[in-house]
């Protein structure tokens, strides 16, 4: 079982470190890691936003989620990320539940994922979430694209 609690500003070098290794693999297959990681400058905007949250088993972080609220009733998770010694355990799909059931007025779920990251393409579809869409984010690197995901609730 886990639990989420709100991200501190002082719980920002921590993160840093867990989405590191938690993004190693991107930064191995697309040679750069996803712009989140930069948590110091990221992140302070959902921390503000209330948004942002430690993921905690038995009382040890081991990742993190950030979320949008656009306030029509649509929401984005802005970023997943899981220490790697507990990935593959259902930690992710727990943590999507438990943010959802979190934000009751959420009628619209939305993310974007590595095209390559057929992990989270399937955990995503799993959870109920629809492939809507594909976005070439650099300009400078057109083989690199994001699938986007929608969920109805």
């Not at 989140?36 to 936003?49: A, G, Q, S």
């Not at 990742?63 to 970023?79: A, D």
């Not at 259902?90 to 619209?108: M, S, V, W, Y």
């Amino acid at each position: 079982m886990i639990e989420l609690e709100e991200l501190k500003k002082e719980d920002l070098p921590m993160m840093t470190e867990i989405a590191i290794k938690a993004f190693q693999d991107d930064k191995n297959t697309y040679g750069d890691y996803p712009p989140l990681i930069d948590m110091e400058h990221h992140t302070i905007r959902f921390i503000d936003n209330g948004l942002s949250f430690k993921i905690l088993k038995k009382g040890q972080v081991i990742g993190g989620i950030m979320v949008f609220n656009h306030h029509n009733g649509t929401y984005t998770l802005g970023s997943i990320f899981i220490d790697p010694a507990y990935q593959n355990k259902g930690i992710g799909q727990q943590t999507i539940r438990l943010i959802e059931a979190k934000c009751p007025d959420a009628t619209t779920w939305k993310l974007d994922t590595p095209y390559r990251s057929y992990r989270n393409h399937h955990v995503y579809e799993k959870m109920g979430y629809v492939k809507t869409g594909e976005v070439m984010p650099n300009k400078k690197n057109p083989e690199f694209k994001l699938f986007l995901y929608e969920k109805s609730m």
